[in-house]
């Protein structure tokens, strides 16, 4: 080739290129301000007087989501709520209330206090193993309150070593203590792995006078996300309850007339509870778990729980508004970088931020990618098309409940166009 189509060439290339660029620019996003919905809930927490960050769970939608709830469980699984994943005594009650439901599955010793003494009707299967200390813990302060844990709380264990720790515990304090089993059914995060381990364990049961086999407890988070190439979450399931149906019958024929005659046998969570559906008669579970979907996360939009929905947002209002966004240092290229993407034409500082969470509300807000987070007053970028003003409230979407939830005070309750009640969350010590 000679110089001069190489030249040729290579212009018609550059020429290419930044005639592209305005194609490769992203769309500007927005429709203005907040539709009818968020502008109710702003105007609520105006009127509530609120000014901070503030987490609202939406009441209406989170009964409409145990309705839902209800409805795929027809009568035929008991449900247990995960009380993790809804963490305010008000919001279990109001779930408790709707589905109908006693049961509660409790993660850490501080919600096991509260819940204890706070609701001592309740009944609570513990959703981890806890280390045997904080199981000494819980029997040297008991509640004072009515919940009797003999009858009312079963302990999950998936090891021999840890099920004859709990027998001497139970010995120790002359105290007898129900005892939950939990399976690997696929998830590999813990529960009993094979047929050998659970004959340990039955036999430690069979020994200890002061150990009960209360049931068990098989969790499937896994199945949910199982890819096609793997069979997919319907295969998963049926692997996994498989594995279930095996491990019960064997306990049935070690203890023979021993075995529990109403075994809390729970399984699920909020992505597969859906697939026990079809399964009603062949899964060996009386009763599934779920949390996270009354309130529905954004890391829970996922197909099984299409019916659902988004019941809690974080609301926080703009402290700063600015016609543009300045990086320190590159102040020169604030205009470059507008047109580039014409979504940084606006900043908003807001209060707090670097949640778990994606922007929800109005359409159009981004988290900036170059200006670095903030727990304090983040900057949230938008282009022109977005309507707000300072001391407006903006919303986003937490991705999980159970951690982000704590990080507010008191959950503001909304229904019907109000702020209606304060909840506070549980203590974590
Ligand atoms: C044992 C167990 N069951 C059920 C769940 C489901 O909880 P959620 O429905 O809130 O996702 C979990 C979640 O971690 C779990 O660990």
Redesign the pocket.
Known sequence: MDSKRRKLLLGGLALGTVAAVPLLRPKALGQGGHNNYFKSVSGALHRAGLSGPTMVVDLERLKKNANTLSAHLQGHYDFRV?A??LPALGLLEAVTRQTQTQRT?V?HLPFLRQLAQAQPQTDILL??PFPITAARDFYTNLPNSSFDASKQLQWLIDSPRRLQQYAELANSFGQSLRINIELDVGLHRGGVPDDQVLSEMLNIIQRESRLELAGF?G?D?HAAKMPGILGGPEKAIDRGLDIYSQRLAQAKLQLGAAFPSKPTL?G????T?QLYKSRIHTAPCNEL?????LVKPAD?DIPTLSDHIPAAFIASPVLKKLPYTQIPGIESLTSTMRWLNPNRAQTFFIAGGYWKATPESPVGLSINPIYGRSTNQEMLNASAKVTLKEDDWIFMRPTQ??SVFLQFGDVAVYEQGEIVDRWPVLSNS
């Not at 699920?268 to 992505?271: D, H, K, Q, R, V």
């Not at 778990?289 to 979907?293: K, L, M, R, V, W």
């Open positions: 995960v993790k994943s599955m993660f959703g981890k407890m969790y988070a729970n699920a969570g909020s992505p509870y778990a779920a949390g996270s979907c829970f409940s159970e």
